[in-house]
């Protein structure tokens, strides 16, 4: 027969304790971020009940209260103390059975690993702390009784901002249990596993042997040969872009799998750089439009982290340093840099300018990236160091990149100028299946000024990165021939596809795109022909579906004629 035991629990009194720790969060020497998770802390402290601190357990620290033989409690910082407070002699007594609640004992936690009671060098110097990171669901349990207890013991808050996270849950949404034997032993997903191993990790101990069969089951389906290597790198990363402001967070192996893909993205950029400034690049440098757009962008990528990271978006940081390093250092510059480096025709200041850049910013981007991927950042920075000519033993010791007001907005207008211009000429090779190493030529229809100056300084780039064979400005008089068309802005460009594509299967794609153009007109002119939609709908609504009615106007009339264009051809 199993019965209740009543006995005898210790209780804090905690409404003097939460008055100071309410007041601190209210007049602003603490902040949570996000900011609403204080109304959650409010919630609790102003319906704080008194605490219940015995516990009966095998471990903790046990309950400094003593009992004598005639049942006198005596209440001090050890059995001596006691003793000599009380004049008790040898008086028989015996400790409390019960610990402190494990909180309690965490509520010490950012004093009492500083050496107190005593006034140390270590509090002195870093007590209080700057930010507490810790999940939403300890709040009540650590949050608050950590104030409570810094404010009482320290006379000081113990921390001044307290991010909140959110918890990772697996891939249905269920929390992460030992229980449910969905947990992700990061070391796994580090060093990867085989699928009986883990199998067996996950079904061995368990408190509840009768759900191992359907642990087995749920663990075969959704790992059905164990789990890859992703590197320590690539799993930082995946964490720091889920950490958004939201609470759940539902891991996918496919989002630590693309950061795996970035780290070797970025060791690969890494051995261009490295192969392409062996020869010193001491003496004059002129810089090319290139090499000042990517300058550009990186100051300003370098802005948006400093922003990020002192807002705690570390998901933002995390997304803005990806999208500068995989598709504007990789993906374009190091492509803009092999015309200048591999061509005989480049003098050699402009050579070391582009050499210059490409080590410089290899190295600030490695510097960026540190505080989320220290270990592949790290080892290429072995190298980069070295040949940017910066004299350290390691990565960890460089300075973060400071925040630039520098800015080049013509370069960067240039550039996205001829990005704009390759990628039209690709969408032209995609959507006409033509060779991705066929040279073409290209004719501008509707250039302006500025369009036919950059069209002359950006050749190189043009022809090289874009494989153009010619470019050739029509005149305003001047009627193309059969042409596939892509917009640039409002300059048309233009490639003849005399002996280039199947005129049929041409016709037929643009035929399908009119039918679509036409289909979308209907609807939008409709909607502008309803009354109550043009007298209910926002403004910008109804500005947003005039503009589209116009824009589909467009297009049809460039349908039908590169439709005619393909007529003059047969």
Known sequence: MVE?????????????????AIEAVETGRIKF??????????????????????????????????????????VGHSEDNVRDKHKLGDRPLQQDNDVLDTWFSSALWPFSTMGWPERTRELDEFYPGNVLVTG???????????????????????????????????????????TKGNVLDPIDLIDGIGLEALVEKRTHGMMQDHLAPKIEKATRK?????????????????????????????FDLGRIDGYKNFCNKLWNAARYVLMNTETPHDGEAEFSSADRWIKARLNQTTNELHQHFANYRLDLAAQSIYDFTWHEFCDWYLELSKPILQSDDAWSALQRGTRQTLIEVLETVLRLLHPLMPFVTEEIWQQVGKRAGIAGDTIMLRPYPPVSDASDDAAIADIEWVKQFILGI????GEMDISPGKNLPVL??????????????????????????????LEDDEQPPAVATALLGEMRLLVPMKGLIDIDAERTRLTKQQDKASADLK?????????????NAPPEVVTQEQERVAEFKRTLAQLSEQLEKLDELT
């Open 4 to 20: 209740p035991y009543l006995t005898d629990q210790w209780y804090v009194k905690i409404e003097p304790l939460a008055k100071p």
């Open 33 to 74: 971020v996000p900011e609403n998770w204080s109304k959650t802390y409010f919630d609790w402290m102003y319906n704080i009940q008194d605490w219940c601190i015995s516990r009966q357990l095998w471990w903790g620290h046990r309950i400094p209260a003593w009992y004598d033989d005639d049942g006198n409690v005596f």
């Open 136 to 178: 939403f669901d300890i709040i009540f349990f650590w949050v608050a009784r950590m104030i409570m207890f810094g404010l009482k013991f320290m006379d000081e808050v113990p921390f001044r901002e307290v991010y909140i996270h959110g918890l990772i849950r697996d891939q249905e949404g269920q929390k992460m249990s030992k």
């Open 222 to 250: 959704h790992f059905p040969d164990g789990i890859d290597q992703f590197g320590t790198d690539a799993l930082r990363m995946t964490f720091a872009s889920l950490a958004t402001t939201g609470r759940d967070i539902r």
């Open 426 to 429: 690709r969408q032209i090779r």
């Open 444 to 473: 501008l229809q509707g250039a302006s000024a500025l369009d036919r100056q950059r069209a002359a300084e950006q050749v190189t780039l043009l022809r090289r990165v874009g494989r153009v064979e010619s470019i050739t400005v």
């Open 523 to 535: 609807r939008s002119t409709t909607k502008l022909a309803n009354e109550n939609f043009v007298n």
